[in-house]
């Protein structure tokens, strides 16, 4: 008991209370969003969706709390990780023969009548891999056997695009790039492969805007090639590919500085396929307006800022990249839905953190954010013992 106060105690108060204030501000979005879609379009009760992720919630919660106080000697972490990427690249695999085909993504593996979303657990299991992996062998002999290291992550990520899934892959490449980015390394050839990197991403985005005129004059494409037509959604009303984005703008723009009020959408009367999911935001922009998306972003902010400051204390490499790839992993959520929803990157269906409703990402979440916490409440400890020692002489 004394154990868990001294944690409690030592944990980032300002992280935990932004987590909770954007996880109860979430349950009460997804009740509004998900209401008229429960009646309508699925004849269940109007907390129906509420209900289970309050329930998926406190799950996560538990397991946050679980990861916070549990002891774990740190030799053991190398295997754990190494363990939880091969489960990662199995279960990835494994939907190739059992998965579920949802949104034209075979995406969803099927487990004691639950459904869940293995690219999810990939992600956390990406972040874990880099993390201790690089952190225990800090002195690679080479570039290739640095970048050799994350061979299985590339192939975890080659596996979720296969699904296909390029929003969940992009995601996940990009943690794994923005990772690598962060290592401190001396060898001046890596310090060109990190800035080829940058350019390369740059790049690759402007090579995309400007493949619009392309993508439109393409008389037939997949799901997923028509997802990369991005600009202009409303000119596309008719169109899958523009037909969401386009709601998204009249929720928007229906909520003006200061919204309709806060459950009075009328977006969200199946106008706005997935409003409680991937398009939420554009809901709480039409009942809370402008304010409500700012007071959001805020929160982000704040939230980022902390997890961002944790990674920079770290007084150990594995507990800094731990931090800044859930750092990595949470603003890449951010950035890629929003982006979606407001047209400046192709949709590729993302759930926002804590607001979007969804199992398999709000456990991760959690995990993630509960490793955070042990490596701020290490960075105090280690921090005390040093003081200490300096009282002492």
């Given at each position: 008991m004394k154990h868990i106060k001294e944690n409690f105690r030592r944990m980032d108060k300002i992280l935990l209370i932004f987590m909770f204030i954007l996880t109860i501000f979430g349950l009460v979005m997804i009740l509004s969003a998900s209401n008229v879609a429960a009646v309508l379009?699925?004849?269940k009760k109007e907390t129906y969706f509420f209900t289970k992720q309050a329930i998926i919630v406190g799950i996560s919660l538990f397991l946050f709390f679980i990861i916070i106080n549990i002891k774990i000697n740190r030799k053991l972490y190398l295997i754990l990780s190494w363990l939880l990427m091969g489960i990662a690249i199995v279960t990835l695999g494994t939907l190739r023969i059992s998965g579920v085909i949802t949104?034209?993504?075979q995406s969803w593996l099927p487990i004691f009548g639950f459904k869940i979303q293995p690219s999810e657990f990939a992600k956390t299991a990406i972040i874990i891999y880099i993390a201790v992996g690089y952190g225990y062998h800090r002195n690679?002999?080479?570039m290739f056997s640095m970048l050799a290291y994350l061979i299985p992550c590339l192939f975890a990520v080659a596996l979720v695009a296969l699904e296909p899934d390029l929003g969940t892959a992009s995601i996940m490449l990009a943690v794994i790039v923005l990772m690598?980015?962060?290592?401190?390394v001396?060898?001046?050839?890596l310090k060109v492969l990190k800035i080829s990197l940058l350019l390369l991403c740059v790049v690759g985005y402007l090579g995309l805007y400007g493949m619009q005129g392309y993508f439109e004059k393409k008389e037939s494409s997949s799901t997923q090639e028509s997802r990369l037509l991005f600009t202009s959604p409303c000119s596309r009303y008719q169109d899958d590919t523009g037909y969401q984005v386009c709601n998204g703008f009249i929720a928007i723009n229906n909520g003006g500085l200061f919204g309709v009020?806060?459950?009075?959408?009328?977006?969200?009367?199946?106008?706005?396929?997935e409003a409680y999911t991937d398009f939420i935001f554009p809901i709480i922009m039409e009942e809370l307006g402008v304010l409500g998306g700012v007071f959001i972003l805020i929160l982000y902010l704040v939230l980022l800022y902390h997890i961002l400051l944790i990674a920079t204390n770290s007084t150990d490499l594995i507990g800094s990249l731990i931090a800044f790839g859930t750092f990595s992993y949470i603003l890449m959520h951010i950035l890629v839905n929003l982006g979606g929803v407001l047209g400046l990157i192709p949709l590729t269906g993302v759930p926002l953190p804590f607001l979007s409703y969804g199992g398999s990402y709000t456990l991760n979440l959690f995990i993630l954010l509960g490793l955070v916490e042990r490596v701020a409440i290490k960075n105090k400890n280690d921090t005390y013992q040093k003081e200490f020692k300096k009282a002492l002489g």
């Open positions: 379009e699925y004849n949104n034209n993504a690679f002999k080479n690598f980015l962060s290592l401190p001396k060898d001046n050839k009020g806060l459950g009075k959408s009328t977006q969200k009367y199946l106008y706005l396929p």
